[in-house]
């Protein structure tokens, strides 16, 4: 089994790199699993790597990116959110609870399909998001802009899901997933008011009751994208607020001010469904 997902581990003191391994390890050899981990603090630029640079299938995480290359063409002029996208019964998929519903529409506004993408997964969504931005190589490329040189898609929904291993077809690392994370929601890749409406997508999320948000402390904010590969592979990737921290502006300064947020992306089991439950404190880092 093979998953993606943020990691989150209860500890009254911090967590040392050779006990975390030695945690996940153990959790790998429990449940048959190949788990991967890339988990940084940006207050302190700490951070948590296990197998962080092996490849895994994206599953459903593909479509935050392509959500965030839609709004990098709104910040170029070359897109408007509230552009109206027309399709019809032949675009709907098998899982597309939001895009069947506006059906009798005869199609949505680009912003409300990126909402469906991230907030509901709603494959349809997800592939009339990759025909807005030239289609999985066009998804590929937005990758590669961020100075991603791993992440690659291949196929669109539902075919993407493939997940035969040592595939690389359609599949990333945690480590080059959280990069992108910090680059589009902290760095400057994307205006800011994009990466506002970004993180609101992402918060905004609903399939993820199971994932990441199982685990945090009470009150923290979470935001994440979750996917999961039919019956293999299991994925969450996300940032995680303490209570009390607002939004960073992009200057660098910001990024010396200690606890201000956690950029996780984990491949990854899911807890719940192992009977496990792992946390994440201000201390494990």
Not at 128 to 156: H, Y
Not at 174 to 187: E, F, T, W
Not at 238 to 244: D, V, W
């Amino acid at each position: 089994m093979v998953a993606t997902l943020l990691l989150l581990l209860a500890a009254s003191t911090p967590v040392s790199t050779s006990d975390f391994a030695n945690r996940i390890l153990s959790i790998e050899k429990r449940i048959g699993a190949r788990i991967g981990v890339a988990a940084l603090d940006t207050g302190s630029s700490k951070r948590l790597d296990y197998r962080s640079e092996e490849r895994f299938p994206m599953c459903s995480t593909f479509k935050f990116l392509a959500a965030a290359a839609v709004l990098k063409r709104v910040d170029g002029g070359q897109e408007k959110l509230d552009r109206f996208v027309s399709y019809g019964a032949k675009d709907i998929l098998e899982y597309a609870p939001v895009t069947k519903a506006h059906l009798k529409d005869g199609g949505m506004p680009l912003g409300a399909l990126c909402a469906a993408a991230i907030e509901q997964s709603d494959n349809t969504a997800g592939n009339l998001l990759l025909d807005t931005i030239g289609g999985p190589v066009g998804l590929t490329n937005f990758a590669r802009s961020l100075g991603d040189q791993m992440t690659r898609l291949d196929r669109k929904e539902p075919e993407l899901n493939g997940a035969i291993p040592g595939d690389e077809r359609d599949t990333t690392t945690p480590a080059s997933m959280q990069a992108d994370l910090v680059r589009l929601l902290i760095g400057d890749a994307l205006s800011q008011s994009s990466r506002h409406q970004l993180e609101e997508w992402l918060q905004g999320n609903t399939t993820g009751a199971s994932m990441i948000r199982a685990g945090v402390p009470p009150k923290w904010t979470v935001g994440d994208k979750t996917g999961r590969c039919g019956k293999g592979p299991t994925n969450d990737v996300g940032i995680l607020r303490p209570p009390g921290r607002q939004r960073l502006c992009p200057n660098r300064s910001n990024f010396s001010r200690p606890n201000r947020h956690r950029i996780h992306c984990l491949n990854f089991a899911d807890a719940r469904h192992q009977g496990m439950r792992l946390r994440w404190t201000h201390e494990n880092i």
